[in-house]
């Protein structure tokens, strides 16, 4: 399963890469970050096809995604 | 990637940038990285030979604030004019303008021209937004007609500044335009626009949700419905905005054209 990082410090809560997935393995959340910012949270990553586009969308560069298992 | 922007491509203690949030211009940046990343490793070039430059604006804190590269943050307007500067004193440079449409083709137009006129050796990435963002989302050149600002609540009178149409007939070596809802392509073309001897210039609509009141994420599907690639458009695409890659032409740059006058006269 690919493994995400969000980096909670750097988030502005855009929701760009929510927006842009195309599987939505990721979702916004009820969390707040310490600069009052709604972060996104992993949803499902088994549906994950690192495309790395939230990885690239980013304008804080606050996600990244890794493969973790290579077929 | 990220853990290489952090420790190679960027100033890590002074992040989160400074932009508002779902800035268009923080896409753009992480374009960029990845465009420089890639060359980088395929060129085999020295970090030492990338310069940026950048002017005054929102899209021109990007470049000395947060890149730990060479780069120089100079006057308004005047970012083209340090570059050319720069690329005189070191031909070896490989110079890349970061710049915003204020400072492009309001304040720094006619440099804009000259530098395309005598195709220096630069690679300008411009990242146009439709208005002053910095200052209060004022009317800007690149306003398109009836667009509402601060400056213009009723509606914008004028027409926009088609800066490519400029580039290309200043006399430009490659010419592109995408958005920032287009990722992969931005990439591509920035990596080309660096490897390309003579000016190339690549505008890249951005978005200001903050000024433009809108969500991000609407913004960039926006994008992509009122864009259409310049080859593949039809009659009723008329009304939106081509993108692409305009022109792409092997004309002489200015290094290497009085390079050719000093062998004249040598010996």
């Known amino acids: 399963m ?17 927006e842009v997935c195309p599987t939505s393995a990721i979702a916004s959340s009820d969390r707040i970050n310490a600069r009052g910012y709604v ?13 790395g586009l939230c990885e690239l969308m980013c304008p804080d560069f606050a996600i990244a995604i890794e493969e973790t298992d290579f077929k | ?10 100033m890590g203690p002074r992040l989160p940038l400074l932009l508002c949030p ?67 004193a070191n031909p ?13 083709a309001s304040i720094g137009g006619n440099h804009f021209i000259h530098a395309c006129r005598r195709n220096m050796d630069l690679t300008i990435v411009c990242m146009n937004n439709g208005l002053y963002g910095m200052t209060g989302g004022q ?29 290309e007939v200043a006399g430009a070596n490659f010419v592109a335009r995408w958005t920032t809802a287009h990722p992969h392509q931005v990439v591509k073309t920035i990596v080309k626009g660096i ?8 505008e890249i609509l951005s978005q200001c949700p903050v000024h433009r009141k809108a969500n991000p994420a609407d ?41 050719k006058i000093l062998d004249q006269y040598k010996s």
Not at chain 1, 13 to 18: D, K, N
Not at chain 2, 1 to 10: F, I, P, T
Not at chain 2, 92 to 104: A, K
């Open chain 2, 139 to 167: 009317q800007a050149p690149t306003s398109p007609r009836d667009m509402i600002t601060t400056t213009t609540p009723y509606g914008n009178p004028e027409e926009a500044f088609d800066l490519c149409k400029m580039a």
């Open chain 2, 22 to 88: 779902g800035c268009g211009h923080g896409q753009v940046l992480n374009y960029t990285l990845h465009a420089v990343d890639r060359i980088i490793k395929e060129d085999k070039m020295a970090k030492e030979k990338l310069l940026f430059i950048s002017g005054v604006g929102c899209s021109s804190r990007l470049t000395s604030h947060y890149l730990n590269f060479d780069s120089g943050w100079t006057i308004h307007g005047r970012a083209l004019a340090v570059a050319t500067g720069a690329l005189l």
């Open chain 2, 1 to 10: 990637m990220l853990k290489y922007l952090k420790e190679e491509g960027l």
């Open chain 1, 2 to 18: 690919p493994k995400l990082w969000i980096d909670e410090r750097y988030c502005k809560g855009c929701l760009i890469c929510v």
């Open chain 2, 195 to 202: 490897r390309k001897k003579g000016t190339a210039f690549i």
């Open chain 1, 39 to 51: 972060i996104p949270v992993e949803k499902d990553m088994s549906i994950c096809k690192v495309c």
């Open chain 2, 219 to 259: 913004m960039l599907e926006t994008f992509k419905k009122m864009t259409v690639p310049w080859a593949k458009a039809k009659e009723e695409d008329k009304d939106k905005i081509p993108i692409g890659e305009f022109c792409d032409h092997d004309k002489p740059d200015w290094n290497a054209s009085y390079e």
């Open chain 2, 92 to 104: 070896e440079f490989r110079v890349v303008v970061f710049s915003g449409d204020g400072d492009m």
